[in-house]
């Protein structure tokens, strides 16, 4: 039997071992998928230990130290100096979040290179501010003020990269934004909105009204308010579950060259949705 697992420290509830388990079973391959936890003091005396697996997930706090240890990194790691997948035979790092960020954006009909107003930008805000300016987009970063640093160090990383998109930054508090003039596509990179705190959105309802598409990275609820809202004004919108699901596809065409259905893929995303 593959062995695949995640390692992370700490590793609380995933739904990782979820998404790979129906992702092999309709792959018809017999493997498993595990979490390991792995402390950051822990990672140099341990790597070796993952000799046995196929290929494996990283997630906080070794996605940068995990470099160390690749003899390859794909462009999206590079990029963004940061890996979350390493096929094991070569060991060859991989950047699959951008990969499900883009895949999700283009799942929903909606394109990169167009009017982008991205609201936060660290950490999965930071990859996907990044990408959004790589594929094209006239963008907009939306940033508190004790934030300002973390925004204005994304734009240095945009231009270090001679990426010559036009870029913005504009700082907002709480709901405040309502100096925007809108665009083709919202995206919420913030905790605003997740469990247990639902009842948050990181921008007023006049500012969703003024997109055509609304992108929200948060997947727990199903149906954030921020989602909520735009539906009710027909706005195409779209949940960070798709995200989720299509890094681990990625992860699986990465390891052993898996290929899908549109459709299973679509389902699982629902499943998964579901059991939230």
């Known amino acids: 039997m593959k ?22 079973e309709l792959s018809g391959i017999e493997a498993e998928y595990t979490l390991n936890d792995i402390a950051p003091e822990e990672l140099s005396e341990k790597f070796n230990t993952l000799e046995e697996y196929e290929g494996f997930n990283i997630t906080i706090p070794h996605k ?15 990029r963004y100096r940061s890996v979350n997948c390493i096929r094991n035979s070569d060991k060859s790092g991989y950047n699959t979040d951008a990969i499900g960020f883009t895949k999700s954006i283009e799942a929903m009909g909606a394109s990169l290179n167009s009017k982008v107003t991205v609201i936060g930008c660290g950490g999965v805000g930071r990859m996907i501010c990044i990408e959004a300016a790589h594929c094209g987009a006239e963008l907009t970063i939306c940033a508190l003020e004790s934030d300002l640093p973390l925004a204005k160090k994304v ?3 945009i231009e270090e990269q001679g990426i010559t998109a036009k870029v913005n930054v504009r700082t907002f508090s709480g709901f405040v934004l309502e100096d925007t003039d809108g665009g083709d596509l919202l995206i919420n990179a913030t905790p605003a909105g997740m469990f247990p705190k639902v009842d948050n959105m990181p921008c ?60 299973d893929i679509d389902k699982l995303v629902s499943d998964m949705e579901n059991a939230v």
């Open 64 to 78: 940068i130290a995990i470099i160390d240890y690749c003899k390859e990194l794909s462009d999206g790691a590079q």
């Open 155 to 157: 734009v240095e990383e």
């Open 204 to 263: 007023t309802e006049e500012v969703v009204k003024k997109f055509k598409n609304v992108f929200d990275v948060i997947y727990n609820p199903k149906e954030t308010k921020l989602l909520k809202t735009a539906r009710e004004h027909g706005i195409n919108a779209m949940g960070g579950m798709a995200m989720l699901v299509l890094q681990a596809v990625a992860a699986h065409e990465i390891w052993y060259g898996a290929k899908f259905e549109k459709s």
């Open 3 to 24: 062995k695949f697992c995640l390692i992370g420290h700490p590793l609380g509830h995933s739904f990782s071992p979820q998404i790979h388990k129906r992702l092999f």
